[in-house]
């Protein structure tokens, strides 16, 4: 089949190799419009758009994708299918209906379960066990459309969302592509999804990335994880902000008040409502990540300071 493949980050990669890969036809990548990046903030090509150009495909970045001249690009195309992984823009109800097979989403959860932006990290923090990827047709709803085919995927006791993103990214590539081929030969038909089970991710913001040290370890613990790398977990120390590696919880410890700061001479505990959490990495505001331990020596922590204090 005639695909066009529509993706922007990095987790979008892994899918449009295994499209270039299979017996279909990729005819042409729809990505975002190259972006400001980095610390000199200079205009960078999409990481999809990258790998497309290497691969001599044909790429379109439309400010919007029912810009006229896409949309004008798009028919001359004619493409069977349109598969997406995270393309980042929403599309027009026309350029849907375009294709004969519609527009083939891979999302990074089981449906109906976590429709929206941000569905890993919504799943860690939520403290999920178990997570997967989805295949389904795009329609007007959020993330609403039947679906074609599920992988799961078990969640680790120290998963990051950026791991578990990137494991989910590669795997979901072959549910992808294994879709594609099922819709090309008439195998494969879109079920409906159930009513049942229905649950919101939205993007995650700065505010959900904040720390509340009167909670519990488990509670810090998943928040963090499920916010690493973007928009990264932080709190307040001295009325300025303090970016939060991953945590873990010391069941062993004795006891602290919440957010109250343990320094000895390689580890940095923090109290919370249940046992205090060993910080591994911090940021400090407007410097470089580095070992809690070193930056604990540098700040000089006196007895009594704690975190979370603005």
Not at 62 to 69: L, V
Not at 98 to 110: A, D, E, K, R, T
Not at 157 to 164: C, Q
Not at 233 to 250: A, D, N
């Amino acid at each position: 089949m005639r695909v066009l493949f529509a993706g922007t980050p990095e987790v979008a990669v892994p899918s449009l190799r295994a499209l270039l890969a299979s017996p279909h036809e990729v005819i042409g990548v729809l990505t975002r419009p190259d972006a400001r990046a980095g610390r000199g903030r200079r205009l960078a090509p999409s990481p999809v758009r990258t790998v497309a150009e290497e691969a001599g495909i044909e790429v379109l970045t439309p400010a919007k994708p029912g810009d006229p001249d896409f949309r004008a690009r798009f028919a001359e195309l004619a493409p069977d299918v349109c598969a997406v992984v995270a393309y980042g823009a929403i599309l027009p109800a026309d350029l849907l209906a375009g294709p004969p097979h519609g527009w083939v989403n891979l999302h990074f959860s089981l449906l109906p379960a976590w429709r929206g932006a941000a569905p890993v990290q919504w799943a860690l923090m939520s403290g999920d066990e178990m997570t997967g990827a989805s295949t389904f047709q795009i329609e007007r709803g959020l993330d609403t459309g039947p679906v074609y085919g599920v992988m799961t995927e078990t969640i680790r006791p120290r998963d990051t969302a950026g791991e578990l993103l990137g494991r989910l990214a590669e795997a979901g590539a072959g549910l992808l592509a294994a879709t594609v081929d099922g819709i090309a030969t008439g195998e494969l038909t879109a079920v409906p999804q159930p009513t049942e089970g229905v649950s919101q991710a939205p993007k995650v913001t700065v505010d959900d990335a904040r720390v509340d040290f009167a909670t519990s370890a488990m509670v810090i613990d998943r928040v963090i994880r499920g916010c690493t790398p973007a928009p990264g977990g932080w709190t307040t120390f001295r009325s300025q902000r303090l970016g939060l590696g991953p945590v873990e919880p010391v069941p062993e410890a004795e006891a602290l008040a919440p957010g109250l700061l343990r320094v000895a001479k390689h580890e940095v505990l923090v109290g919370t409502t249940t046992v205090p959490v060993r910080l591994t990495t911090v940021r400090p505001h407007g410097k470089k990540e580095l070992a809690a331990a070193d930056w604990a020596r540098g700040a000089r922590i006196e007895p009594g300071e704690v975190l979370g204090d603005a």
